[in-house]
């Protein structure tokens, strides 16, 4: 028999492994599309300017914001929650 919180914490769960399934899909774009361009960039034997950088740097900002919504933790520990209790009661 399931209760409410093991079906919340299978949901839970799931939405996680979603989450970094999706981001792995995601990093191996970027992997494969920006290899890709720096590959045409080194056949070309224009090698006076990398411009990969400017897909490399402007994609790679949107995939380290994926990465920190996949991997950051969304709760916190009964410590740090009695830290910010005390932390509230000493500014009163």
Do not use: C
């Not at 792995?24 to 720096?38: E, R």
């Not at 900002?61 to 994926?66: A, L, P, S, T």
């Not at 950051?72 to 932390?87: L, P, S, V």
């Amino acid at each position: 028999m399931t209760t409410i919180d093991d079906t919340t914490d299978r949901e839970l769960a799931l939405k996680r492994l979603k989450k970094r399934h999706d981001f792995h899909g995601h990093l191996f774009a970027y992997s494969l599309i920006n290899g890709f361009l720096v590959l045409i960039w080194a056949m070309t034997g224009l090698h006076r300017f990398f411009w990969p950088i400017f897909p490399i740097l402007g994609w790679g900002i949107g995939v380290f914001f994926n990465a920190w919504d996949v991997y950051r933790t969304d709760t916190f520990t009964e410590e740090q929650i009695r830290r910010e209790i005390a932390h509230l009661h000493k500014n009163r």
